[in-house]
């Protein structure tokens, strides 16, 4: 039997749910297939949205349209705004969430979605258009072929995945259900290069095993601000989540059983996360240290289980419930679920380009840790990105590329296409280069007139961003004119001791304005911040021509004299885009770009 679509989506999670979200927002018919409908939003690990520089992902597929912080908002149960004491440019929001609850109302709104139809099976295999050098669909276990011009592979930890824990394997992606391993062998036969990265849980723990007297209470902000750029208003009864630490017989434990660990047995040969590694690696890594700390949170408003971020770990039961005693307040702890690591393919980035597409396979896309990154957050990001390109590809339009200086998104799959990450990847704030443009707060400024353009987002969040737009440059204007003993209230405002609410307090008329406080919040950072952000709008203006000149799909790079050996080779490999990206691809040097350049203009 065959199914015909514009776009298939291979797997759930959060890149898959943003992938098929965006491709079904722009008209397409769309087809997600996955092992089980009912685990489409299931959170793998830490039930928790955003933190540092991954909240300004979030806002960022937001403010495009998608899904996961109006889930957050539905299931969260607590919010905090971090790095306040610090610069807007760092400031990211997080939310711990409700499990279950996130995974139900993504479910609901995946289900609802005009365009969308979910498929339960199994992807067993690519299928191949006339020339062999495009995809036409996917093959299901069960004999369906389902037709379309554009995949995108979302596959998660799911490709190739591998359970580890002391002695015990399994293939798994993920606790109690099946990897997808029959995707990879296909890939493969289409030549392309796949690595292996690891990852890991902690155990689950029972909340009424725990003595919370004896831990530090961590209460989330009060107001909360919401995660999407469209809620209004949050009302929630936030929960609080605690702090511990290890001690040193924590971690002599450790050190005596870490031979039993998978990972320093040699047995699991994929990287781990760097930025996120096992307890037991940290324990050998930093031995001048005595104490790691270690965060314990509610997996939702009615459950038991408390998921003690920091703890992660695929050393035995045995050892885990050993070692978990030694920390203070988890003395009688009951373990619910022993954590393990797992192990994946990914396909080696320099096979992809700007528009998350496999360069040797037009309209096979992918993203997520098939993509070899970590992280819900960046997941979304690259799902939205990727499930935009997939539709316009079936509908024969050209590709959008978000730049280094416009989103994280931009930053994000620009790193990822220059080098092959040798560990899962993760975003910073110190990964951008234009961090103060690229603030949490302003992400719906930035990119919701592009989504409009673009047909990602509705009239009434465009509509929504206008007036905020307009609200800010109304204020910005009042305080250029107003003054105060000779100042005007901007060049008071710059001050480094003066607040908004010191303007408030001069001038009553600005209240009037109307602007809600994050818009307050905005003003403050843009005019405090002006000088700077001045500067990196222009170097902002240089890397943007690069950016919008285009290179030709078929563009005959054998034809170009001058151009070194290996410059050529990549080229013809990657196909970059843009001369941006082309500069940024390993062996290409500038003087190529350069050539480049005269070249296209003739």
Known sequence: MTRDFDVIVVGGGHAGVEAASAAARLGRRVAMVVLDPAAIGRMSCNPAIGGLAKGQLVREVDALGGEMALVTDVAGIQFRMLNTSKGPAVRSPRAQCDRDAYNRAMVARVLARPGLTVVAGEAVALLAGANGDAVAGVALADGTRLGAPAVVLTTGTFLGGKLFAGAWEAPGGRHGEAPAAAISASLRGFGVRLGRHKTGTPPRLSKRSIDFTRLEVQHGDDPPQPFSFRTTRLLVRQLPCWITRTTPATHAIIRANAHHSPMFQGRIQGTGPRYCPSVEDKVVRFADQDSHQVFLEPEGRDSDEIYPNGVSTSLPAEVQKAFLRTIPGLEDVVVLRPGYAVEYDYVLTDQIRGDLQVASLRGLFAAGQING??????????????????????????????????????????????????????????????????????????????????????????????????????????????????????????????????????????????????????????????????????????LKRMEERRIPAAFDYGGVTGLSNEARLRLQQRRPLTLGEAGRIAGVRQADVQLLLVVLGR
Do not use: H
């Open 373 to 542: 990154t970590s992280g819900y957050e960046e997941a979304a990001g690259q799902g939205l990105v990727a499930g935009l390109n997939a539709a316009r590809f079936a509908a024969g339009e050209e590709p959008v590329v978000f730049d280094r200086a416009t989103a994280y998104l931009g930053v994000m799959v620009d790193d990822l296409c220059r080098v092959n990450p040798t560990e899962p990847y993760r975003m910073f704030t110190s990964r951008a280069e234009f961090r103060l443009l690229l603030r949490s707060d302003n992400a719906d400024r930035r990119l919701t007139p592009l989504g409009e353009r673009l047909g990602l987002v509705d009239a009434a969040q465009a509509d929504a961003v206008r007036g905020k737009e307009q609200r800010i440059a109304a204020a910005r204007k009042w305080l250029d004119l107003q003054r105060r003993d000779g100042r005007t209230l901007t060049e008071w405002l710059r001050r480094p001791e003066v607040t908004v609410a010191d303007v408030f307090a001069w001038d009553a008329q600005f209240a009037a304005l109307g602007l809600a406080p994050a818009e307050l919040a905005e003003v403050e950072a843009e005019v405090k911040y002006a000088g700077y952000i001045d500067r990196q709008a222009m170097e902002v203006a240089r």
